[in-house]
């Protein structure tokens, strides 16, 4: 919580003209010792901080440096607390409603009237989601090792990893490390993440790449489809897709034409249309996916249907 610290402090000596360390101990919930450190740690990394001594005393930002206070206005700040709102919504903790609230102390008319962006990071796994990524966070911050069991489309393995960043993206959250198994920089989703522990390993923290995250990247394509679609399905392409990846056919059919990334996610994705969507090309996974669905349907007719399973 360190740099969330400091980051608080710089916040608002931004908004106050000067401050004392006991009000920023107290605003802070931590010693005046650990104000004053924090202080030192802020001048070394550029900011022009003056300490004056007496009873007008106090801490400030050296006057020549005000000008760059209209850095942050107050609609920028609010973005910003809007997304420290955000991570609240998956850590299950008010830390960071605790932040805003330091952050915004005595500074009405900086950071004034309601939120107008609200971001919810949150997702159906949330309440296993939250115990993971902290566990995460505090492997990241204390620099241990975290080993888990990974499930994949490749079956199941255990993994033991250095971590090093949590992700949030394609509306769902990842952690990026060094795995010990690949002997190289990996990308986990965290719920496919089971069983995970903090160890007591420490490591030694390499030069991180960053991963690369354009969709291009992660999702290659290779395959061109060309599907009809109902015109009940307009919603789902527009939403998924966009206005512009089909076009409206005479009868109000919709044609739709992508560059698809692979054949299992193309299967499984046709499957949620039911009926009202039919893949024209390419033609050899047109033909796969009728034997599937001629295996469906023979399954559902099978006789003994309704029967029952142990336990269910």
């Known amino acids: 919580m360190k740099i969330d610290r400091q980051i608080g ?3 608002v000596l931004l908004q106050k003209d000067i401050v004392t360390a006991p009000y920023l101990a107290r605003q802070f919930e931590v010693s005046r010792r650990t104000i004053n450190r924090d202080i030192e740690d802020l001048c070394r990394a550029g900011i022009p901080i003056v300490t004056k001594q007496g009873i ?11 000008f760059d206070r209209t850095l942050l206005n107050s609609s920028e700040m ?19 409603g605790k932040l805003m609230e330091k952050l915004s102390a005595g500074s009405s008319d900086f950071i004034a009237g309601d939120p107008s962006v609200l971001i919810d990071l949150s997702s159906w796994y ?40 949590l992700i949030f993206r394609w509306s769902s959250w990842y952690v990026w490390g060094w795995c010990r198994v690949r002997e190289d920089f ?38 061109m489809v060309k599907i009809l679609f109902e015109p009940e399905c307009k919603w789902k392409l527009i939403e998924e897709f966009g206005a512009g990846s089909f076009r409206e056919l005479d009868d ?13 996610n193309l299967t499984a994705w046709l499957l949620t249309f039911g009926d009202r969507a039919e893949l024209l090309e390419p033609k050899e996974i047109r033909k796969e996916f009728g034997e599937i669905l001629r295996r469906i349907e023979s399954r559902y ?6 029967r029952t399973v142990d336990g269910v």
């Open 301 to 306: 007719r099978q006789k003994g249907r309704g």
């Open 78 to 96: 609010q973005d910003i607390l809007a997304g420290l709102r955000s991570l609240d919504s998956v850590s299950g903790t008010n830390r960071y």
């Open 126 to 165: 949330k309440e296993s989601l939250a115990p993971k990524i902290e566990q995460i966070r505090t492997a990241i911050e204390r620099t241990r090792e975290l080993e888990f069991a990974y499930y994949s489309p490749r079956g199941e393995t255990k993994r033991l990893i250095e971590p090093y960043y």
């Open 186 to 223: 990996r990308l986990f989703k965290l719920n496919r993440m089971e069983e995970i522990k903090v160890t007591d390993r420490e490591f030694t923290r390499r030069q991180v790449p960053l991963p690369d995250l354009r969709n291009e990247t992660i999702f290659p394509g290779g395959i």
């Open 252 to 264: 109000g059919r919709l044609l739709f034409q992508a560059d698809y990334t692979n054949k299992e």
């Open 56 to 66: 007008n005393g106090g801490i400030s930002i050296m006057e020549n440096y005000k």
């Open 9 to 11: 402090i710089l916040a």
